[in-house]
T-cell receptor
Framework: DGGITQSPKYLFRKEGQNVTLSCEQN?????MYWYRQDPGQGLRLIYY???????QKGDIAEGYSVSREKKESFPLTVTSAQKNPTAFYLC??????????FGPGTRLTVL | GNSVTQMEGPVTLSEEAFLTINCTYT??????LFWYVQYPGEGLQLLLK?????DKGSNKGFEATYRKETTSFHLEKGSVQVSDSAVYFC????????????FGQGTELSVKP
């Protein structure tokens, strides 16, 4: 089945640690996106990539980093510089010029 | 800048009631508009979309019409079911600007039997 997978579903991090969230798609989509969701709020864009080996900052990129070495994969690293990383993280992908499809999300909690 | 505003929730309805969730947008130009639905603990699913003025998107009994004159995209359903309980997000995008979605804050819907 084609789709977007995110792992892990739940992730716990100690303060000062970097963690990497996985996002993989087998839809052959060109574009991929990372969003952050906080309780009672809409989603905010962290980073996006329209082609391999290229990506752009979204509205809240500080404290995050990404890579796009393969079309299928767009991992997100939450660094220790991110002051308040506890949130629900959603990955999405799309064919350029078409609607986005979302993965199931990763819930990150800082202990 | 571009933005989306939704009516605040939570919205609580009885089964078979009529649903309206208001959504208005501010944008320079003519964006594409979407409604996404999120069930507890899950990602977002595309519910419907409209890409130009006067388009009506529809799916699973839900409808929304792209109104350029009022910059609105209100979500409606004639008869809600308990299974419609979820959070609904209105969003816009400009495909020539990377396809980034700009979301409203979401409206929680709770349908009681």
């Amino acid at each position: 089945d084609g789709g977007i997978t995110q792992s892990p579903k739940y992730l716990f991090r100690k303060e000062g640690q970097n963690v990497t969230l996985s996002c993989e798609q087998n839809l052959n989509h060109d574009a991929m996106y990372w969003y952050r969701q906080d309780p009672g709020q809409g989603l905010r864009l962290i980073y996006y990539s329209q082609i391999v080996n290229d990506f752009q900052k979204g509205d809240i990129a500080e404290g995050y980093s990404v890579s796009r070495e393969k079309k299928e994969s767009f991992p997100l690293t939450v660094t220790s510089a991110q002051k308040n990383p506890t949130a629900f993280y959603l990955c999405a992908s799309s064919i350029s010029g078409s609607e986005q499809f979302f993965g199931p999300g990763t819930r990150l909690t800082v202990l | 800048g571009n933005s989306v505003t939704q009516m605040e929730g939570p919205v609580t309805l009885s089964e078979e009631a009529f649903l309206t969730i208001n959504c208005t947008y501010t944008a320079t130009g003519y964006p594409s508009l979407f409604w996404y639905v999120q069930y507890p603990g899950e990602g977002l699913q595309l519910l419907l979309k409209a890409t130009k003025a006067d388009d009506k998107g529809s799916n699973k009994g839900f409808e929304a019409t792209y109104r350029k004159e009022t910059t609105s995209f209100h979500l409606e359903k004639g008869s809600v079911q308990v299974s419609d309980s979820a959070v609904y997000f209105c969003a816009l995008t400009f495909y020539n600007q990377g396809g980034k979605l700009i979301f409203g804050q979401g409206t929680e819907l709770s349908v009681k039997p």
